[in-house]
């Protein structure tokens, strides 16, 4: 988009990459594993990823960004602690991992009307593309929310099908925005996913028929909560 500085798109590539990375190193070992897995890196990756693109929807006045980011976030650092890596983090560190969007969050809306007009009153983009985008990031966003809920009722960080579901859902919409925003950032980094998304779906459903198979084998079916 006109107007926006190269370094800024960095910014925004560099988030991508590290999205995309955790996409792929996600997708390698559940090939492997022949089922869905929720590797530590993924969301070691994920917070990297998440900081950063914060940081580029408020550099790019994008509410859309900025919102999906905010909310996924702190359930990224959830899942840290459930893979028992938080505790390892430095608490410097840990504070400012759970500070930044707060604060930035507090600046920017320290003037509510400057921060209306910032967001939701530009000439260049209309509001119904601003709820159009915020939208597909919320969509996406609850992804995180329903894995949040999922890995709490067993206790542990998953990763099940019904979270590529929707993510494949969610970055449909997200890429037709970034396309009609001209974002090369948003249009790039959610294509890359995909393939992966669908792979995820192919082997959750697989794994998730061989234990159906499995349990009928041994007499009848056991209510079983965790598909991967």
Do not use: C
Not at 33 to 51: D, Q, T
Not at 60 to 80: E, K, M, P, S, T
Request: aromatic share 18%; charged share 15%; net charge positive.
């Amino acid at each position: 988009m006109q107007g926006t500085s190269i370094w800024i798109y960095g910014i925004g590539f560099l988030a991508q990459l590290f999205f995309s990375a955790r996409i792929l190193y996600q997708w390698i070992v559940t090939e492997k594993a022949k089922k869905i897995v929720s590797p530590p890196i993924f969301w070691v990756l994920s917070i990297f990823g998440s900081y950063l693109l914060f940081i580029y929807g408020v550099l790019r006045n994008d509410f859309a960004i900025i919102f999906g980011q905010f909310i996924a976030y702190y359930i990224y650092l959830w899942n840290l602690n459930m893979q028992n890596i938080w505790k390892r983090i430095p608490v410097v560190l840990r504070a400012t991992l759970i500070l930044t969007p707060v604060v930035a969050s507090i600046f920017l809306m320290r003037d509510m009307d400057a921060f209306t007009t910032l967001f939701f009153r530009q000439k260049n983009i209309p509001l119904w593309l601003v709820i159009f985008g915020s939208a597909g990031q919320m969509l996406f966003t609850f992804r995180f929310i329903y894995q949040w809920i999922y890995s709490i009722h067993l206790h542990r960080s998953v990763l099940p099908i019904g979270f590529w579901i929707i993510s494949l859902l969610g970055s449909g919409i997200i890429v037709a925005y970034g396309i009609i925003r001209h974002d090369p950032i948003l249009t790039l980094g959610q294509s890359v996913g995909f393939v992966a998304y669908v792979r995820n779906i192919m082997i959750g459903l697989q794994a998730k028929g061989k234990v159906k198979k499995w349990e009928g084998g041994k007499g009848g079916k056991v209510g079983v909560f965790d598909d991967n």
